[in-house]
């Protein structure tokens, strides 16, 4: 474990001790173990930690009110990807000589409540007290394992550390964790950058993370293989047409090597990823001769009617005219009939351009 910098050391005059897990100690800390009684789950002691910080400050961040595992399904689990966020963990301590300007200066501030009201949910510990600090050492192992281990002083509050779904595929992590987190203030120097924190070169670090997080989730969202085992080209190929809400467009041309040695494969894929949108209502197929040739299996459509049940139209869009060619036709017609058979509320319409 490296020492502290000497600008640390210079300023806090104080016995720092580490124990066998990495987690730092100093003689500074209050040891007040009857906190533990008092506060002895997460939820008490952040309502003690805002009612307090709400006397001494006109207007502060919303606090996620719940343990620190809610605030992370609270934030990644919904239903939709525009209204997922990650988490921002705040680590207090009264000691730190920065965390009295941190708040009345930068989280405090309009701008910076904003944007964390509108991206984040945030997620609140206050290590001021010992006892405090050993339970979000227990919290972190319990959540993240000894994979992200952090060394939870008072010379580096105020801390804020992102959180994030662990990101798809992503090789040499841990399989016990489900998150990646990300270091972005410690005292008043932003992580990333190594500049000196003020409001707006924190305001851009958080948009830089959601950003960050927004393509996580879109990568996610994609990530087929995992949820799956679908044919790895073939989910390429598809996802780069897929819009995530109710509608979706796929435009398929040549395909690659894997309609080539197995004809039927690129339709059972495609129903499989369909059927895995929810609230899927609008489908348009936008294809030629030989991409067609490749959706007209009638019991694929069967199987995508009986479980995509909002379903409303779906279009098949032909970027030529295959209207002389009998045997597609009636291959159509057959489509068409199962689709009005199995879904009778379903309008499918067949265009040439």
Known sequence: MADLESDFTTEFKHIVTIDNNGV???DESIDDTS????YENEVQSIEHFYQRFNQQYNDCPVFFMGSLQEACQAAFNASTIKDRRPVLVYIHHDKSSYSDTFFSNIFCSDSIIECLLENYIVWPWDITYESNRN????IWEEIFSDQFAIIFSYQRCPMLIGIMPRPAGKKGW???SEYKLESILEWNML???QEKLNRETLKNELIIFKKEFDDNEQNLSFNFIRKTGFCWDIILYIAQYLSVNDSVNFLLGSMNSCDKHRKSCLLPTLIKLITNITNIRHIRLITNKHGLNQLLYEDEWKNLVNSCHNLKTLTFE????ILQNNQLSKKLLKIQNTIHYFGKTI???????
Not at 135 to 138: C, H, R
Not at 318 to 321: A, D, K, P, S, V
């Open 24 to 26: 730092e100690y100093d």
């Open 35 to 38: 906190s533990l009684d008092e």
């Open 135 to 138: 339970i979000l050492k227990k």
């Open 174 to 176: 841990l399989i016990s």
């Open 191 to 193: 992580t990333r950058t």
């Open 318 to 321: 032909m970027t030529e005219n």
């Open 347 to 353: 309008k499918f319409r067949f265009i040439c351009v």
